[in-house]
């Protein structure tokens, strides 16, 4: 166990931070997840809309820093493909 001061903020913020992103990381998947199902189920029009929620909260987590930009843009760009392939 930490000692001093500084160190014993550092693990309490550390402790926040890996919940935080454990909850947008979640998130991220469910999101994939639905645009992925609606495809899978050949629904054009449900696939269309969650790929709208997908791209603009894909590119959220982009600003929050849980993903980087260029990972984001191939995430949204492969769900793109496969929305315009039905």
Do not use: C, P, W
């Amino acid at each position: 166990m930490a000692n001093h001061k500084s160190a014993l903020k550092r693990i309490r913020q550390t402790e926040k931070r890996t919940e935080r992103n454990r909850f947008y990381r979640t998130r991220l998947k469910n999101i994939v997840k639905a645009v992925r199902t609606a495809i899978d189920a050949g629904n054009k029009e449900e696939a269309a809309e969650s790929l709208k929620v997908a791209n603009k909260q894909i590119h959220k987590f982009v600003s929050k820093g849980l993903l980087k930009k260029e990972t984001a843009a191939r995430k949204v760009s492969r769900l793109h493909q496969a929305v315009n392939a039905l």
